[in-house]
Antibody
Framework: EVQLVESGGGLVQPGGSLRLSCAAS????????MSWVRQAPGKGLEWVAN????????NYVDSVKGRFTVSRDNAYNSLYLQMNGLRAEDTAVYYC????????WGQGMPVTVSS | DVVMTQSPLSLAATLGQPASISCRSS???????????LMWFHQRPGQPPRRLIS???NRDSGVPDRFSGGESGSDFTLKISRVEAEDVGVYYC?????????FGPGTKVDVK
């Protein structure tokens, strides 16, 4: 059974930074694209970023380009999202998702940006 | 960016009856590799989304066969042949052909 477990969320002030982690198990992690998707309170889903199997290709939604960085460590079956320059509009539940077409999802990690 | 629209945005489905949700893309979703990367997800309240269908009509393992996906040009459809109580929640379509991937606004389904 595939499991994706996010960690690292919480409350941060505007302009601050957070690093989300996603621990993967039950899949050959190094063979799959991995993604981050977020959901603002009461809103729909927004695809944020993804990263290719070898980590050499990353894609981002425009609203986070230059502020967020997605990375992975295949030796540790882990996915990361470094979030800098956080804004109130980044407040959301952040989901880790596996495979390019988002076959597997974690339970989500809340991130709140507020003073 | 590709804009995905869904209709209806809210649906009161009747137990045991069929239901249908439409999704339209602002441009073709046919990838250069010949595939059409249109997915459907279901999200129950307080739960993460679950993928139901990939590439327009491929049902994921464990998804009941009452769910089916289809297309007609740039219009895509998710059909539930006989609605059950567990089908409540929000259904999203998503395109994975063009960067950035984009979701539809969601269709909230209640079951009466």
């Amino acid at each position: 059974e595939v499991q994706l477990v996010e960690s690292g969320g919480g409350l941060v002030q505007p302009g601050g930074s957070l690093r989300l982690s996603c621990a993967a198990s039950g899949l050959t992690f190094s063979t799959y694209w991995m993604s981050w998707v977020r959901q603002a309170p009461g809103k729909g889903l927004e695809w944020v970023a993804n990263i290719k199997q070898d980590g050499r290709v990353q894609n981002y939604v425009d609203s986070v380009k230059g502020r967020f960085t997605v990375s992975r460590d295949n030796a540790y079956n882990s996915l990361y999202l470094q979030m800098n320059g956080l804004r109130a509009e980044d407040t959301a539940v952040y989901y880790c998702a596996g495979q390019l077409s988002l076959k597997w999802w974690g339970q989500g990690m809340p991130v709140t940006v507020s003073s | 960016d590709v804009v995905m629209t869904q209709s209806p945005l809210s649906l009161a489905a009747t137990l045991g009856q069929p239901a249908s949700i439409s999704c339209r893309s602002s441009q073709s979703l046919v990838h250069s590799d010949g595939n059409t990367y249109l997915m459907w997800f279901h999200q129950r309240p307080g739960q993460p989304p679950r993928r139901l269908i990939s590439r327009v009509s491929n049902r994921d393992s464990g998804v009941p066969d009452r769910f089916s996906g289809g297309e007609s040009g740039s219009d895509f459809t998710l059909k539930i042949s006989r609605v059950e109580a567990e089908d409540v929640g929000v259904y999203y379509c998503m395109q994975g052909t063009h960067w950035p991937f984009t979701f539809g606004p969601g269709t909230k389904v209640d079951v009466k």
